[in-house]
């Protein structure tokens, strides 16, 4: 388990890129893994459609569709994803940016 943030996760899969586990010296991580079910959910959570929520972080209504599909997330996404998962009020920021305010 974390102690990280207060965040709780195990880490199952080798991703050099996790500073927590490369901290410990931990040679397994699952902390930048999601699946597009769990994406999609979050999406939903925070009240906006996929093409938007796909537009507010700059990416193309296409990606959003594949996850929707099955298909996985990773990297910097999956971070995003988790951020706002624990923070939706965050989307709002997210919403002013993209309006340039």
């Known amino acids: ?3 990280v943030a207060g965040l709780d996760y195990e880490c199952n899969t ?6 927590y ?7 397994s ?3 930048f893994a999601m699946t597009g079910k769990e ?3 979050i999406i939903q ?7 938007q929520f796909a537009f ?3 990416i193309h209504p296409n990606s959003v569709s594949k996850w929707a ?8 996404t999956v971070t995003l994803m988790r951020l706002l998962d624990e923070r939706p009020e965050l989307v709002e920021v997210l919403k002013a940016w993209r309006r340039g305010i």
């Open 29 to 31: 991580c699952n902390n």
């Open 69 to 76: 599909t099955g298909g996985d997330l990773n990297g910097p």
């Open 21 to 27: 586990c490369i901290d410990i010296g931990r040679l």
């Open 1 to 3: 388990m974390s102690a």
């Open 39 to 41: 994406a999609i959910d």
């Open 56 to 58: 507010m972080i700059g």
């Open 45 to 51: 959570k925070l009240g906006v459609s996929q093409r």
């Open 14 to 19: 080798h991703i050099d890129t996790c500073q």
